[in-house]
């Protein structure tokens, strides 16, 4: 019977010998939960964490940086959207203004007698030419003022210097051609003489 109980208590230390050595196995591959900053597992940890915290950081930047070019192009494409809406018809306005020029051209041919034929002819001319500045109203066309004005080289191109010594110098004293804007745009600059 000795025997089996000493055969049992070796038998029982050589599997708590066991299970420590396992145990100190195991613990090699777990990380260290202890406080002791001379663990030797301590550094390690603390080096994988530093490291996943920069990894983590520079994430957070790149996602931030990603959502704020997504913003800007979403803003320069609306911008853009907006001002091809905003601006669709200056194509076909900026083609009605040499129509409205020789409208114009036309009209000034008449005279005071209303009673010869050439009036006669361009009173059909006045009406489709009130047409067409009707129009280009309702689309916020509308004429550059220029006589009399101060030139200006964004609404006005000098082709004529003028000398006149009763007007001051850089005024416009006379229009060659009509200039117009397009809502807050210009469609198309004024021709003018321009006093030295």
Known sequence: MENNVKGKNKCHRNSKEH???HKKENIKEEKCECENSECPNSEE???ER??????????????LRSQAELLNYRKR???ETSRI????EEDV???FLPILDNFERAISMDDDN??????????????MYKQIKELLTKFEVREIEAL???FDPAYHQAVVMDKDDTKEHGIVTEVLQKGYMYKDRVLRVAMVKVNE
């Not at 530093?50 to 930047?61: F, N, P, S």
Request: aromatic content about 6%; proline content about 0%; charged content about 45%.
């Open 19 to 21: 299970h420590d050595e």
């Open 45 to 47: 940890v603390n080096d």
């Open 50 to 63: 530093e490291l996943l915290g920069k990894r983590i950081k520079q994430l957070e930047e790149s996602l």
């Open 77 to 79: 494409k609306d911008e």
């Open 85 to 88: 809406i905003k601006y669709a």
């Open 93 to 95: 306005l900026k083609g």
């Open 114 to 127: 209303l009673d010869d034929e050439v009036s006669k002819f361009l009173e059909g001319f006045k009406l």
């Open 148 to 150: 009399g004005k101060e």
